[in-house]
């Protein structure tokens, strides 16, 4: 991928550089504006542009080049021409195979003939391939550089916003600046188009446009980002008080609020990269990603990695590519990973030709140089299959432990949940009436893990509703009675992962509730040991 500024590479006489977007009109202009350029590339080159069904046309002198539709009429032209200029051909990757299509073997021929034309030549000629899908052919990899077009920046989507204000003067613009400033970057992550089509919907709903809108322009922003099938914009609205204990965790995302501001630029704090949090299974990892989306006010896009690598949509590395840079253009964002040991399970294995480890080289090699602000959460339960390259020190920049919560944490889960439902006077009338509940419970239910404590209460309630008649002590108490917990069934399991949990992670529990948690363990049970570094945020 490239990193190299586009007026660069041209000016450096790379022969072919490709672009991946779906937005040929944006980045047509863009390149246009670079090669017209004297300041940028020193010698201003013609734009012509090709597709199958126009053939060659001379952007610069307004003129169709006759009988240029077929790819190796084209070609042929392009060796021919002898002046400076850059030659934008759309949908080329067509000819290199594509699905139920084998390559034509001669259009790639012809393109090799060419490239030391390109290169060498005394005219100064470069082929740009935009396409939607990335697709180059083995034999042309050396001579092709892919060039990385960003979504449209605020600036872009602003002024596309106004423009469409100005058109449609019958809409009443019911905006101030920071509204309005709310409503673009409510659009960062789209194309031009899509930001075009999202405002247009806002503004025929109801013939004007305030910040009610909002919600149409987010609602369309969810649905183009569902549609690349490994990104999902997760609203939630669990906040910090939905967490109970992982008080260690919830301390250091505290501190990390607002990192990326300009008063944390005084205090020259580098930008936060990410977390892993590893653990045991139903004990809040998920939560606290959904929760660090309304700490921090920033979107949260869930990455499925195994869908990355399923091949179910697109190639995998286009795949990993796109979704990289839809989080950077909603940046500052939290990238969540849901799951990362499912989409690593290949990795090491000959099975899948090594897209496994390029996929993983390309997160990797993009966590370590990302200079927009977005924030990794990945969240993993079997940390066995996850390689050491991701955990070497300096590519998060912390590694959380997830235990069996503690005899207090516990209390805090319950009261959570108690109260999250017992909102109705009369199905809680009997269970407030109880002395120190939430202790009680506690004590109860050593070895439980948060999930298992909500479907104690859930389970409880279900009994209750079935009487009809308020919720009793006995309903939790026969429920926790009859629920053989994770930490039995798993319990070797668990011991394992504390093991490896001790040597490379942080606890996310702090040490003053580890401290008094020792005193109440029983030695014999899976409870008596603790994974994890204890050391407080
Ligand atoms: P998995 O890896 O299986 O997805 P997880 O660690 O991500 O597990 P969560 O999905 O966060 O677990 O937890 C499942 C549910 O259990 C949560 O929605 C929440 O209701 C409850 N829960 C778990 N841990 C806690 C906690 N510490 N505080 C409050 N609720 C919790």
Redesign the pocket.
Same mark, same amino acid.
């Given at each position: 991928m490239s990193v190299y500024k586009l007026a660069n590479l041209i000016r450096a006489r790379f022969p072919m550089i490709y672009v991946t977007t779906f937005e040929e009109d944006r980045v047509t202009k863009y390149i246009k504006s670079v090669v017209t350029d004297e300041k940028q590339v020193k010698y201003p080159r013609e734009v012509f542009t090709w597709a199958q069904t126009t053939g060659l046309y001379n952007n610069t002198t307004d003129k169709k080049i006759t009988d240029t539709d077929a790819p190796c009429k084209a070609l042929d032209f392009i060796r021919k021409y002898d002046k400076d200029a850059v030659f934008i051909l759309y949908d080329f990757h067509t000819n290199f195979g594509v699905k139920n299509r084998q390559p034509d073997y001669n259009v790639i021929r012809k393109i090799r003939d060419i490239v030391p034309d390109l290169k060498l030549g005394t005219v100064r000629k470069t082929i740009f391939f935009v396409s939607p899908e990335l697709l180059i052919p083995e034999s042309l990899q050396k001579e092709i550089t892919i060039y990385d077009f960003p979504l449209p920046t605020l600036e872009e989507i602003k002024n596309k916003f106004n423009s469409m204000i100005q058109q449609n003067a019958r809409v009443a613009n019911e905006l101030n600046e920071e509204e309005k400033d709310k409503l673009c970057k409510a659009a960062l992550g789209l194309t031009l188009q899509e930001a075009e089509s999202a405002f247009a919907l806002a503004m025929v709903n109801d013939g004007k446009i305030n910040i009610s809108d909002l919600s149409v322009i987010l609602e369309e922003k969810v649905q183009v980002i569902k549609k690349t099938g490994i990104l999902e914009f997760i609203r939630s609205d669990y906040s910090i008080n *939905?967490?109970?204990?992982?008080d260690n965790l919830k301390n250091w995302l505290l501190k990390r609020n607002n990192s990326w501001s300009e008063k944390a630029k005084k205090y020259c704090i580098p930008a936060p990269k990410g977390v892993l949090v590893t653990?045991?299974?139903?004990?809040?990892?998920?939560?606290?990603?959904?929760a660090m989306s309304t700490i921090w006010q920033l979107p949260l896009l869930k990455l499925d990695f195994g869908k990355v690598f399923s091949g179910l949509v697109g190639s995998s590395e286009e795949n990993m590519r796109r979704a990289l840079a839809t989080a950077e253009a909603v940046a500052p964002s939290i990238l969540w990973i *849901?799951?990362i040991e499912k989409g690593l399970s290949g990795l090491g294995s000959n099975g899948d030709s090594g897209v496994s480890s390029r996929i993983f080289g390309q997160f990797l090699t993009w966590m370590q140089e990302k200079e927009s602000p977005v924030f990794v959460i990945a969240?993993a339960?079997n940390i066995n299959s996850l390689p050491p390259e991701l955990l070497r020190k300096g590519r998060f920049d912390e590694i959380f432990f997830?235990d069996l919560?503690t005899l207090d944490?516990r209390k805090?889960?319950f009261k959570?949940?108690l109260e999250r439902r017992l909102k109705d006077k009369n199905v809680a009338s009997e269970i407030v009436t109880v002395p120190n509940l939430c202790e009680e419970l506690a004590k109860m239910t050593e070895g439980f893990?948060?999930?298992e404590?909500?479907q104690v209460v859930v389970s409880s309630l279900c009994d209750a509703f079935f009487e009809n008649r308020p919720l009793r002590f006995d309903d939790l108490a026969k429920n926790i009675q009859t629920t053989v917990p994770l930490s039995t069934t798993q319990r070797e399991q668990i011991l394992a992962i504390r093991a490896w949990a001790n040597v490379r992670a942080v606890s996310a529990t702090k040490k003053s509730n580890l401290d008094k948690y020792a005193k109440v363990i029983d030695d014999n049970n899976v409870s008596s040991s603790r994974g994890g570094r204890t050391l407080d945020f």
């Open positions: *939905d967490i109970g204990g992982l653990g045991i299974p139903g004990c809040g990892k998920s939560l606290t990603a959904k *849901d799951e969240t339960n997830v919560p944490e805090e889960i959570l949940h893990i948060g999930s404590i909500e």
